[in-house]
């Protein structure tokens, strides 16, 4: 078992930064990918990027070119550094891991709200 615990949201004016941090109980080595979710209100969640354990990244279109993704495995954390934020960038961003095979594991979640 593996707990995920997100930090780093809060309220922003657009145009800010922010960075997101995910930290794992237990190695996230053993995991094929890392990813970050978004579900605003009413909305479906999705899938913000993700980074594979070789260190490869996807970035979803509606954040590209603002959003990072990046992975410390020596302290079992993902980061997602959100620049240029703009108020449709509002909503629970959550953390998930991924491991082949199983289900994934997800943290709880941290508010990000962006004022206009």
């Known amino acids: 078992q593996v707990q995920l615990v997100e930090s780093g949201g809060g309220l922003v004016q657009a145009g800010g930064s922010l960075r997101l941090s995910c930290v794992a109980s237990?190695?996230?080595?053993?995991?094929?990918?890392m990813n970050w979710y978004r579900q605003a209100p009413g909305k479906q969640r999705e899938l913000v990027a993700s980074?594979?354990?070789?260190?490869?990244?996807h970035i979803a279109d509606s954040v590209k070119g603002r959003f990072t993704i990046s992975r410390d495995d020596a302290k079992n954390t993902v980061y997602l550094q959100m620049n240029s934020l703009k108020p449709e960038d509002t909503a629970v961003y959550s953390c998930?891991?991924?491991?082949?095979?199983?289900?994934?594991?997800w943290g709880q979640g941290t508010q990000v709200t962006v004022s206009s």
């Open positions: 980074i594979t354990s070789g260190d490869m990244t």
């Open positions: 237990g190695s996230i080595v053993r995991f094929d990918s």
């Open positions: 998930a891991a991924n491991e082949y095979g199983m289900l994934p594991y």
